[in-house]
Nanobody
Framework: QVQLVESGGGLVQAGGSLRLSCAAS????????MGWFRQAPGKEREFVAG????????DYANSVKGRFTISRGNAKNTVYLQMNSLKPEDTAVYYC??????????????????WGQGTQVTVSS
């Protein structure tokens, strides 16, 4: 079992930065690939970024590539999403997710076992 709690969301102006954190509890965090997803009002949930169990391999949606960086600290049971050069279209609820006991990340939300409650990110123009 893995419990995930996101933090770090908020209101920021376009061009600004935010750093999201996802604190995990449970014995399988270090054995899990992790991902960040987001859902804007009236839109489907979409993949943002993923990181492998080792932290060596990462993957990004084209819309955030070059602006967002995912990382993990296995000693702290935490995964991060550094978001720079934010745009109004980045406004959404951001969710952290875990693929328990899986090495590689995935862009499909159905491949993730555990989800956090989400944190709101609002980017004003």
């Amino acid at each position: 079992q893995v419990q995930l709690v996101e933090s770090g969301g908020g209101l920021v102006q376009a061009g600004g930065s935010l750093r999201l954190s996802c604190a995990a509890s449970g014995r399988t965090f270090s054995n899990s690939a992790m991902g960040w997803f987001r859902q804007a009002p009236g839109k489907e949930r979409e993949f943002v970024a993923g990181i492998s169990r080792s932290g060596i391999n990462t993957d990004y949606a084209n819309s955030v590539k070059g602006r967002f960086t995912i990382s993990r600290g296995n000693a702290k049971n935490t995964v991060y999403l550094q978001m720079n050069s934010l745009k109004p279209e980045d406004t959404a609820v951001y969710y952290c997710a875990a693929r328990a006991d899986i090495v590689s990340t995935s862009t499909s939300g159905t491949d993730y076992t555990y989800w956090g409650q989400g944190t709101q990110v609002t980017v004003s123009s």
